[in-house]
């Protein structure tokens, strides 16, 4: 697989030569192509936008409006947003997104008017999700004001700007400390958006406030309970990927709003295949659950394995499973294999773990296993 840091290449910066030579008298692509190739192969990806903004800016007019005149001008005509475009002859997007909103957020704090005007041009070719931050920063309500005025735009990555620019804590992009602190200032622009006609939109809309949740989870379940209310099924899908995260930790409040009351239930078994599990291979189990209720009802069933820490201490980790509902007096059998093999987010300690149950948000039942970390084909190598 291509490393991922190519996305900005020698051939990005050819683009960006051949455009600029169009719009800069005087401009000398080979000195400005020779100032940024030959350094790229040593870069990452964000050290890679970096230098090429810089030495864009720097053959750029330094009056502002002439500067994002230029940039305006060797933007893509096709204005239809995917990321992964190829930037060509005919204009930047895609990912030569990156470096020019670099400059935007750079140089363009002084004239809120103007650098929003671009923004809003060049997250059509891509996205300046990036970039509107530093603004939101500098003078959160003035920047609130604009996106305000955006949440009805037909462009639909101009409406999913307002709700992902200003994500309290937006991966890959800079956190905006006071929005953690107090996100109810962007409260009404998910308001405006959480019916919007397209799913990009309301997608951005749920992990907007499922960032929120991790901060103020109750702000978060009492907008799930308004939301709800007469909701449509896209809605409520919103809603409920807004709160996964609150649903996964058990969060009361949350779980009513989906009406997920606690379990009337009676667990037989939580039952191991083996009490050894060999790393490299996974954890097979069964459970078996009795309902003690005179009523149907609706559980979210997942489970949690407590995974051994390097000092020796338990970590639990939540993992979703599946949904059913469970009619009075019935019973449900249902058995997993959970892979516990090489993965770059975690690391794995030999010695006892353990598997519980959480449904409906409530811990039940308990079962240890050994971690063995002793691959199988070592094993059957020393066996031999």
Known sequence: MEPFKNKISADLVRCFSALLERELTGFDARAYEASIVNRLDALELKQRARLIADETNRVLPPELGEKFWIIKKILH??????????????GICGWGMMPLGMIVSDHGLADYDLSFALMKEMTKRATAEFDVRPFLDADQQRAIDIL??????????VRRLVAEGTRPRLPWGMRLPKLVADPTPTLPLLDALKDDPEEYVRRSVANHL?????????????IAHMWLKGANRNREKLVRHACRSLIKAGHPEALAAFRLLPPELRLEGLSLTSDEVTYGDGLNFEIELCSTSGRAQDLVIDYVIHFRKANGSLAPKVFKWTKATLGAGETLRLSRKHPIRPITTRAYYPGE?????????????????????ELPEARSQAAA
Do not use: Y
């Open 77 to 90: 005509p096709n204005d239809n947003g995917s990321i992964d475009r190829t930037s060509d002859h005919r």
């Open 148 to 157: 305000s005025l955006w949440v009805a735009d037909p462009s639909v990555h």
């Open 353 to 373: 773990q353990a598997i519980c149950l959480r449904i409906n948000g409530q811990d039940m039942g308990w079962a240890e296993f050994d971690l063995n970390m």
């Open 210 to 222: 499922n960032d929120i949740a991790k901060d103020h989870p109750d702000l978060v379940a009492d």
